[in-house]
Nanobody, 124 residues
Framework: QVQVVESGGGLVQAGASLTLSCAASGRTFTFRMSAMGWFRQAPGKDREFVGGINWSGTNRYTDSVKGRFTVSRDNDKKVVYLQMNSLKPEDTGVYFC????????????????WGQGTQVTVFK
């Protein structure tokens, strides 16, 4: 079993920056060999892929956040980060962190373990 906990959400004005953190742990879990994904879900919408990072450090992002969001990882701390810059109201939603073995997936069905999510609200 893997425990996943997100933190860092909040209420910010458009144009601001925010960094989310995701800590993953488990007795038989090897963080450094896992891919980590960030998803978000806006009210009334499906959960969508935002960005992710491979065990090797390779990133992948959805088009709407490219150039604004950055996913990074600290294998020693077993934490993955989502740095969000130039936030827009359409970035509002609950942000979820997810874990899987292997490479980054863009479908929520690719991931095995999920956190409870953290709310990000961006106002004009």
């Amino acid at each position: 079993q893997v425990q996943v906990v997100e933190s860092g959400g909040g209420l910010v004005q458009a144009g601001a920056s925010l960094t989310l953190s995701c800590a993953a742990s488990g007795r038989t879990f090897t963080f450094r060999m896992s891919a980590m994904g960030w998803f978000r879900q806006a009210p009334g919408k499906d959960r969508e892929f935002v960005g992710g990072i491979n065990w090797s450090g390779t990133n992948r992002y959805t088009d709407s956040v490219k150039g604004r969001f950055t996913v990074s990882r600290d294998n020693d701390k077993k934490v993955v980060y989502l740095q969000m810059n130039s936030l827009k109201p359409e970035d509002t939603g609950v942000y979820f962190c997810a874990v899987r073995s292997g490479n980054i997936g863009t479908s929520l069905f690719d991931y095995d373990y999920w956190g409870q999510g953290t709310q990000v609200t961006v106002f004009k």
